[in-house]
């Protein structure tokens, strides 16, 4: 039996002007010191010369109707539908500063379901 490896979900967002005040400290502050990071958080530029934010487990929370990002700031989710699988793993939030805005997703390992000896 194969399991499938990480999914990523884009997340339908509502981001706040605190929000984006937040995220653009952030990168100002990755730019001049990139070890000023709170841990948990990592920075980065892809290749397009877009910043990239990747929050670990353990730096983000989600909650019904909102992901809480620890020292940055909450964004609102639009919809009530779960984000993710409830036994899911190794969460990772990654949020991209692209030219039509920022995109949201977020990365996890689904939970593996194995049916033994079923009769």
């Known amino acids: 039996m194969s399991h499938a490896k990480s999914r990523e979900v884009v997340l339908a967002i509502k981001i706040t002007e605190d929000l984006l005040k937040g995220l653009d400290e952030l990168r100002d502050a990755w730019?001049?010191?990139?070890?000023?990071?709170?841990?948990?958080?990592?920075?980065?530029?892809?290749k397009e010369g877009?910043?990239?934010?990747?929050?670990?487990?353990?730096?983000?929370?989600?909650?019904?109707?909102?992901?809480?990002?620890?020292?940055?700031?909450?964004?609102?989710?639009?919809?009530?539908?779960?984000?993710?699988?409830?036994?899911?793993s190794s969460k990772t939030l990654v949020?991209?500063?692209?030219?039509d805005g920022w995109k949201f997703s977020v990365k996890f390992v689904p939970p593996i379901v194995r049916e033994r000896n079923a009769k």
């Open 31 to 46: 730019k001049r010191d990139a070890g000023s990071i709170p841990r948990g958080l990592s920075c980065s530029q892809s």
């Open 50 to 88: 877009q910043f990239v934010l990747v929050a670990a487990e353990s730096a983000f929370i989600t909650i019904p109707g909102a992901c809480v990002i620890k020292g940055i700031g909450a964004i609102e989710l639009i919809g009530a539908e779960p984000v993710f699988e409830a036994a899911a």
């Open 95 to 99: 949020l991209r500063d692209t030219p």
